[in-house]
């Protein structure tokens, strides 16, 4: 059965076949959500097995990621 493909669907295959010809290749990975209380416990586990300057760095990355979405 066929169904037809909307135009969202048609330009999102002109995308990845323009970027097939460019030489890439699609890649989908499953990354941490940042924005999850367990990441942010992990992190700071991690931080604290590390030592307070461990700390002190993440502390300073992480401020210089605010506003970003």
């Known amino acids: 059965m066929n169904h037809p493909h909307s135009e969202s669907q048609d330009a999102v295959a002109r995308h990845r076949e323009s970027r097939r010809a460019a030489g890439l290749k699609l890649k ?6 940042t924005r999850s209380a367990l990441f942010a416990e992990e992190l700071e ?9 461990g700390l002190a760095f993440a502390e300073a990355a992480a401020q210089a990621l605010d506003g970003w979405k």
Request: hydrophobic share 35%.
């Open 28 to 33: 989908q990975v499953w990354v941490p959500d």
């Open 45 to 53: 586990r991690q931080c604290r097995a590390v030592g307070d300057d």
